[in-house]
C-alpha cells in the first residue's frame, strides 16, 4: 500500500471527526426537539463514507441513504445548510422539505439521501450510464446497506452495470444489522461480497473501520471505474452506534457488543493511533483538529438557528418545474 | 431525437421496435447508444433513467405493459415524482415513462389494465393519454420536452388507428381539447373512448340530442376550466373512460364539477367505466367487460330524462 502523505491523512481523519461531531450536535438538538420526526446516526461507521468520497470530485456523483449524513459531508456538504435542513429552515439544503432522510447537495454531485431502502443503488447506476454516454471520466457510487443489499434494485443493477461495463460503486456497509434484523439471519453466506462473482464484477471485503483500507479499496475501484473497466462491489463490515434511529430501545443487541465495537473497533480511534504512530501528525495537531471541527460545528449550528423557517406560503413551490 | 441529442430511448426489446412497433426503426437512425434494449429489470431500469435524468439526460424509459409499472412503482412514485421537491428545487427529473394499457386483445387480466388513476394521484408526474395519431406525436414531443417526469399512457388499441401528424407539432400538457360540439350534454371521455364517444354522439344526434366531446388529453394537471365551461353551458355530464368506474379518474372530473359548479347542474353526474372485476379473456367475458359506444349514448339519454 501507497503511504498516505501527511495532508491527505489528516483530511480523512477531519472529515470523520466533523461526521463524529455532527452526528453528537445533530442527537442533542433532537434531544432539544428542535429536529423532528427520525434520524439515523451515521456514527461509527465514518471510515467507510470517507475512504471512499476522499477518491471522487465535485463532479463525481453519490447516492445515499436514510443513514446518509456520513455520506453527505464526505461528499463535501457544508454542515450549516445540513443543520438548517434538519431544523426545517428555508436555508436548508432542501428548503425544509426533504429533512434528515433527504438531503441532497447538487453542488457536490450529491443526487440525495433516501427513505427507500436500495432506491438511490439504480439512480447511481443512471448517473453512470451518464458518465460513460458523455465520454467523460466521472464515476457514481451508490452507498447502502445489509439491508439495502436484499432489495431486488441491487440485483438488478448490479448486473446492468456489468453489462454495460458502467462506472459505479456498490458500495455495501454491512454495519451488521438492517433495523432489528441482524445479517446473520438475512443472508446465508458471511461474505456478502461473494455476490460480485455471480454478476462478472470484482467483489471487495473491506475492514470498514480502518479508514486506511477504505481508501485504498476504493482508490482501486475508482480507478477501475474511470478507466472504464466497469463496476466494483465493495463490502465494508462496519457498526452503528445509535441504535437504528435514535431513541431506539436497541432489544436485538448487547451493551457489551456495542462497548466492545466502540473500544477495539473505533475508526477515530484508531485513525488517531496510526497517525501518530506513524508520525503523520502529533498530539497537538489532533487536538488542533478538533478544536477546528467543533468551530465549524457550532457555527452550522447558529447559522441553522437564526435562518428563516420554511414557510408553509411556499408549501406548493417545487413540486413542478416553473 | 434528432433535435436533442440527450434524448434517449430505454426499455425491453425497444430496439427491435416492442410488441407493438412503437419504437421500431429507431435504432437504425440513432444507434444502439440511444436506443437501449434492456434486460427485464423494469425497477432498475426505471431507476437507471432518473439517474440518467438526474445527471442530465432526457431519457424516454419504456414499459412494455402499464401492467409492469407496478415492478417500476416506487422509482417512478418514490424518486422520479418527488426529487425536484425533496431536494428544495435543486434536482429535476426530466423523465419521460411510456406504457401503453388497455384490454380488448384478449390477453387477460396481467396485460389489459388501465392504470393510470394510481399515477394520476402522485404530486410531481404528469400523465397523459393521447386519443389520437397527432396527440401521440404531439403530447410525446412536449413530455420529452418537459422538465419534471411525465407518464404517457398510450391504449394498445389505439395503434392500429390512422391519421394526419403536423411535423414537429406540440400538444401542451395540461391542455383539454373539445373535439366535438354540443348543447345539451357534455361527455368528457380519455384514450380509446374519445372516439367511442365521438360514435355515441353521432348516433344520439339521429334522435336529436347534441352532445359535446371532451378529451383531456392530460389527467394530470387536469384542465379544469375547457370542463366547467362545457358544463355550465350543456348542464349535463358525462364522464367515460375504460377503466374501472370505483377509484377511477372519472370520479375525479365528478367531484371536481360538483364542487365548482354543482348549481349550473340540471342532473346527477353519470360515469361509464368498467366493472370491478379483472379484465377477463375470454372474447365473450372481455366484450362484456369493456365499455364504448352503448354505454355513452346510454348515460347520455339517462343524464336526459332526469
Ligand atoms: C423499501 C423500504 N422498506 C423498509 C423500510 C424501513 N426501513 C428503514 S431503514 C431499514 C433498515 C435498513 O437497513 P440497512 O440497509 O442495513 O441500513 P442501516 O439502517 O443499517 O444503515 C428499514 C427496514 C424502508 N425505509 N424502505
Ligand atoms: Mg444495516
Not at chain 1, 205 to 221: I, M, P
Amino acid at each position: 500500500m501507497s503511504a498516505l502523505d501527511r495532508a491527505t491523512a489528516l483530511e480523512l481523519y477531519r472529515v470523520m471527526r466533523t461526521i463524529r461531531q455532527f452526528e453528537a450536535r445533530a442527537v442533542q438538538l433532537f434531544g432539544e426537539n428542535k429536529i423532528w420526526g427520525t434520524i439515523h446516526s451515521y456514527a461509527g461507521q465514518e471510515g467507510v463514507a470517507v475512504g471512499v468520497c476522499a477518491h471522487l470530485r465535485d463532479d463525481d456523483w453519490i447516492t445515499s441513504t436514510h443513514r446518509g449524513h456520513g455520506h453527505c459531508i464526505a461528499k463535501g456538504a457544508d454542515v450549516g445548510r445540513m443543520f438548517a435542513e434538519l431544523l426545517g429552515r428555508e436555508t436548508g439544503y432542501c428548503r425544509g422539505r426533504g429533512g434528515s432522510m433527504h438531503i441532497a447537495d447538487t453542488s457536490k454531485g450529491n443526487l440525495g439521501a433516501n427513505g427507500i431502502v436500495g432506491g438511490g443503488i439504480p439512480i447511481a447506476t443512471g448517473a453512470a450510464l451518464t458518465a460513460t454516454y458523455t465520454g467523460s471520466d466521472r464515476v457514481a457510487v451508490s452507498f447502502f446497506g445489509d439491508g439495502g443489499a436484499n432489495q431486488g434494485t441491487l440485483h438488478e443493477s448490479m448486473n446492468l452495470a456489468a453489462i454495460w461495463k458502467l462506472p459505479v460503486l456498490f458500495v455495501c456497509e454491512n454495519n451488521q444489522y438492517a433495523e432489528t434484523n441482524p445479517v446473520k439471519d438475512a443472508f446465508a453466506v458471511e461474505d456478502i461480497s461473494l455476490r460480485a462473482a455471480g454478476y462478472g464484477m470484482p467483489g471487495v471485503r473491506v475492514n470498514g473501520q480502518d479508514v486506511r483500507e477504505t481508501y485504498r479499496v476504493a482508490a482501486d475501484a475508482v480507478a477501475r471505474a474511470r478507466s472504464g473497466l466497469g463496476p466494483t462491489f465493495i463490502v465494508a463490515e462496519t457498526y452503528r452506534y445509535e441504535g437504528h434511529y435514535y431513541g431506539d430501545p436497541q432489544v436485538y443487541r448487547t451493551k457489551d457488543e456495542i462497548e466492545d465495537w466502540r473500544a477495539k473497533r473505533d475508526p477515530l480511534v484508531i485513525a488517531r493511533t496510526w497517525l501518530t504512530t506513524d508520525r503523520l501528525a502529533s498530539e497537538a495537531d489532533l487536538a488542533r483538529v478538533d478544536r477546528e471541527v467543533d468551530a465549524e460545528i457550532e457555527k452550522g449550528v447558529a447559522f441553522a438557528e437564526a435562518g428563516e423557517p420554511a414557510s408553509p406560503i411556499r408549501l406548493p413551490e417545487d413540486v413542478y418545474a416553473g | 431525437m434528432r433535435r436533442d441529442g440527450g434524448v434517449v430511448v430505454i426499455g425491453e426489446d425497444v430496439a427491435e421496435g416492442g410488441p407493438y412497433g412503437a419504437t421500431r426503426d429507431l435504432v437504425a437512425e440513432f444507434g444502439d447508444r440511444r436506443v437501449i434494449d434492456t434486460p427485464i429489470s423494469e425497477a432498475a431500469v426505471t431507476g437507471v433513467a432518473v439517474g440518467a435524468a438526474l445527471s442530465g439526460w432526457r431519457p424516454v424509459v419504456e414499459i412494455m405493459f402499464i401492467d409492469f409499472i407496478t415492478l417500476a412503482l416506487d422509482q417512478l412514485v418514490n424518486h422520479a415524482a418527488k426529487a425536484r421537491y425533496m431536494s428544495g428545487g435543486q434536482l429535476r427529473v426530466p423523465l419521460v415513462l411510456r406504457t401503453q394499457g388497455g384490454a380488448g386483445v384478449r390477453s387477460g387480466a396481467q396485460h389489459s389494465q388501465s392504470l393510470e388513476a394510481w399515477l394520476a394521484h402522485v404530486p410531481g408526474l404528469a400523465v397523459v393519454m393521447p386519443a389520437t395519431p397527432a396527440d401521440a406525436a404531439g403530447l410525446l414531443r412536449a413530455a420529452i420536452r418537459a422538465d419534471d417526469p411525465v407518464v404517457v399512457v398510450e391504449n394498445k388499441a389505439l395503434y392500429y388507428e390512422k391519421g394526419e401528424v403536423a411535423d414537429g407539432a406540440l400538444v401542451p400538457i395540461g391542455a383539454a381539447v373539445t373535439r366535438r360540439d354540443g348543447r345539451d350534454v357534455t361527455v368528457v371521455a380519455t384514450s380509446r373512448l374519445v372516439g367511442e364517444a365521438l360514435a355515441a354522439a353521432d348516433e344520439l344526434a339521429a334522435e336529436g340530442v347534441s352532445v359535446e366531446v371532451i378529451d383531456p388529453r392530460t389527467i394530470n394537471p387536469l384542465d379544469r376550466e375547457t370542463i366547467l365551461r362545457s358544463v355550465s353551458r350543456t348542464t349535463r355530464l358525462v364522464v367515460a373512460h375504460e377503466a374501472a368506474t370505483i377509484g377511477g379518474f372519472g370520479a375525479e372530473v365528478a367531484a371536481m364539477v360538483a364542487e365548482e359548479a354543482i348549481d349550473r347542474l340540471a342532473a346527477p353526474i353519470v360515469r361509464v367505466g368498467a366493472p370491478f372485476t379483472p379484465v377477463p379473456a375470454s372474447p365473450v367475458l372481455e366484450d362484456a367487460y369493456l365499455v364504448g359506444r352503448r354505454e355513452i349514448a346510454d348515460a347520455v339519454r339517462r343524464v336526459l330524462r332526469w
